[in-house]
């Protein structure tokens, strides 16, 4: 998945009218503001409310579901005939905010913004992205993320994610 491919994607969703919101090793190069590593996919989160019009955006391009063994009615992965990789997270909240369905997103993880490649985003804000990516035991990946989010942000790095600093 190359930047141009995001944006791309991103660029298209938006002309549509479905919101979503960056996550993943996207989100980092973003609230960094440069590309770390190379990436896989691009992590999407995505309101209930909008996942038809998503689907229906990504048949239209050419996207079919792929194997994951991580698959949900909330959470899978959709690929193209380019390669081009999306990790889909559904999310619902009730009329008080309270989670009610899919990926546990704290209503205040999904207020970020932030700039992709020239287009403006919404993504997950750096300090939740920072509790997310050292809430679990890290891949080389995640401690390349972790430890660029403390260096711009100044976050002290858990035990468990300095080990291999780069």
Known sequence: MTLGDVVQIIDGLDKAGVKVWVDG????DAL?????????????AIS????????DWLV???????????????NYVVG???????DIHVFEFDSD???????????ESLVGRSTLGGIEINCIPPEWMFRFKT???????DII??????DKYGYEIPATHRMGRI
């Open 60 to 74: 239209a391009q050419g996207y079919t579901e792929r194997p994951s063994p991580d698959k949900s009615a909330w």
């Open 25 to 28: 090793g996207w989100c980092i």
């Open 32 to 44: 960094v503001g440069r590309e770390l590593r190379e990436h896989t996919d691009l992590d999407i």
């Open 97 to 107: 905010g309270k989670h009610i369905y899919g990926t546990e997103y704290p209503r």
């Open 135 to 141: 809430g679990y035991s890290p891949a080389e990946k």
């Open 80 to 86: 193209d005939d380019k390669g081009r990789i999306i």
């Open 48 to 55: 209930r409310q909008d996942e038809k019009a998503l689907q």
């Open 145 to 150: 993320d972790v430890r660029a989010l403390a």
